[in-house]
């Protein structure tokens, strides 16, 4: 099996490394390493950055292209610093991190959505700090689920004792079957369970929607539509953004909310939804979303069609965002 760059950061010697040194200084070694492992990966190097230049560069200058790239492999290894952190850091310093370090002032709209009874469907994407979503919330007192994979079994392994220290359900996402089944079982007892969006070679795409993401076209995925309509759940995005390694904010933002921001004519499904109110956040930061070596995946068993230029503009206001309006 090919090493990839999870694989590759979670090597013995490398554990060993930061074990030694500390997390302070394994900042510095997983970007060392994470510029390493892409110089003899070019391939996989230039699939990221070729996802980037099609997916963002009309329009910008040869210098703006250049620092947006740097930028997305810096959130890469900002991503991967995180999740080793949370998965091997003590439970007690994890949660002084995040109480100290993460903006979280749109808890409130969970906590709304919980009083109503039937649980609720978190939704999020490879954007920001996603492994600090389940153990924030859950140290902040909320019962927490997740359908979760793992690309070691070493990291699977402590991710399942962390998981238990801080009360948070794990639902195997690699098993065949059974995950709809256990997410509703989740939900019944109104629980958070948090799912993500964007697992792009997991899609269920359906073969009469089609819609468009970060200009490709793919049919819908199901996912979410069939665990909300089964289940009556209520629906919240959420991501973390990384402002930096210390400086946090959780932002969320309900179904009706995500519409309105959208501006959107019409309904769309749950999950049309959030997966647009995802690339809508991607466009405006696509430092934060990991996944570009996925993106010529999206519309796969499917022609691979560009999306027309105005509808693309519609969904992709390319600036800063103002960060209460993500």
Known sequence: MKMDL?????SKF????????????????VFFFGRLYFYFNKEERQRIEHAVRESMAPGKRKSDLRKLT??????IYSHYYEKLFIAYEKPEKAIRFMNRNIADKDLHKLRALLEKGRGVVLVTGHYGAIEYI??????????????AKFKTPQLKRKVHDQAKKYGIR?????????????AGKELFENRV???QCDEIEEWRPSAKESMSFLGRITGLDRTINVIQKRTGAEIIFGVIHRHHLDQYELMMADYPEMLS?????????????VLKFLERSI???PEQWYQWKKYFAIGSGAPHVRVKKDLQQAYAPVMRPNFGNI
């Open 6 to 10: 999870s694989r590759f950061l979670q």
């Open 14 to 29: 490398n554990m060993f490394l930061y074990s030694v040194f500390g997390w302070s200084t394994a900042r510095v070694l």
């Open 70 to 75: 740097k930028n997305v492999f810096k959130g």
């Open 134 to 147: 389940p153990t924030l919330l859950a140290a902040k007192g909320f019962d927490v689920s997740m359908i």
């Open 170 to 182: 794990l639902i195997d996402g690699a098993k065949e079957g059974g995950v709809l089944r256990a």
């Open 193 to 195: 369970l948090i799912t």
């Open 261 to 273: 921001r959208l501006a959107q004519p019409s309904r769309l499904s749950v999950g049309e939804t």
């Open 283 to 285: 466009y405006a930061n």
